[in-house]
């Protein structure tokens, strides 16, 4: 009898329907004031939101047919293609909410290559980072290598970051601001894969100081930068190599400080500063800026335990919240599902995060583990970012909660993601390169 070994992982599948269906019933409650009586028509947001989870259930059951080999041998041209589209975007693509960052074909069929562009690039850090021998600094072998220090950086692992910081520069070109940080959750495959963790505490510092430097004048923290530098440096002395990088680090710091506040009054626009100063507590604007997230709190907050039952929330059944069904479709999930119900989402999200990190390290491919990696943080940045501004904990910057806010590209490109690992982890008792 041949040897069986194809290993579904059901319960991920069982958790993207979940979600998916989940999220439909949503989009339904939050755009059915477009119904014109025809429960299918592609004229309204939740039927065209119907079409695209059947082109989604499609393609996602054609992977399943797919040679796993196929996914490593062509990871090149598919990162080719996607690089493809985010340069034309920028010459043909059409300004939607002030990015442009779409192709626009008819006014209901849109495609917005930054989605694609994240399983491309997921896929082809993985085949890289797969059969190269490269240093980061790290040992690579744990989870957990937090204080190891970047002793050398090879010439691959700068390979590996171009990868990564391509496709980003693009999105970046594009005004895509929300898209751009949630591709910047795949840094988090390089600290898996060696890189050491001093980058997690400075990418913490980044924070800090970005909102103290809206708060406080740039010259008084670029100050007390230095000084804790120059001390840090005393302290370290004994070592040159650590207090090289003490000094290194505050000069680094203070460069960034002073480049934060000139991007901050400088280059970003009206808007998108008035959110970031609406959310420190500068600047008060409940019919500007803040009226978005003020009236997603009080649709969440109105939910109470329970909810007020599906189809019977009045925030989401007036529209007190713009575009609800899009960025703010959490909202709608507070208010008629409550507590309880926004809970069970969490839980689902959770639920499949966890499965794809646990099934990721039980791969015996690296190319698998790697995209695995990929796939997790693409989703835990898009979950964390979407719900944390449903709430008002991080400034509206316009990215979709996975697999269930509506939006063709994004639920189709989120699948592809999902279900590449799926179809990977079937097969690993296989070893792929």
Known sequence: MARRDTHIDWLMIVLYLFIVFFGWMNVYAASQMESNGEFFSLSTSYGRQLLWIGISLAAAFGIMFFNSYFFSAFAYPIYGLALLFLGGVLIV????AGSKSWFVITESLKFQPSEFGKFATALVMAKFMGEKSFSFGGP????????????KLSREGFFALALFF?????????????STIA???????????????????YALLAVVLLISTVLVDKFIII???LGIAALLALLLRRSRGLMAL???SGVVFSGYVYGTDYLINNVLQKHQRDRILVLVGKVKDPKGVEYNVNQSKIAIGSGGLVGKGYLEGTQTRYRFVPKQYTDFIFSAVGEEWGFLGASLLILAYIGLLSRIVLNAERQKSRFS???GYGVASILFAHITINIGMCIGLVPTIGIPLPMFSYGGSSLFSFTILIFTFIK????RSAILS
Do not use: M
């Open 183 to 201: 591709f910047a959750a795949l840094f988090l495959v390089f600290y898996r894969e060696g890189f050491t963790g001093l980058v997690l505490v």
């Open 223 to 225: 100050a007390v930068v």
């Open 93 to 96: 693509g059409q300004a939607v």
């Open 246 to 248: 003490a000094i290194l």
């Open 424 to 427: 990977l982890d079937s097969k």
């Open 140 to 151: 690579g072998s744990t989870l957990f290598h937090f204080f190891d220090l970047p002793v």
């Open 369 to 371: 583990r790697i995209y």
């Open 166 to 178: 391509v496709p980003a520069a693009l999105i970046l070109l594009e005004n895509d601001t929300g």
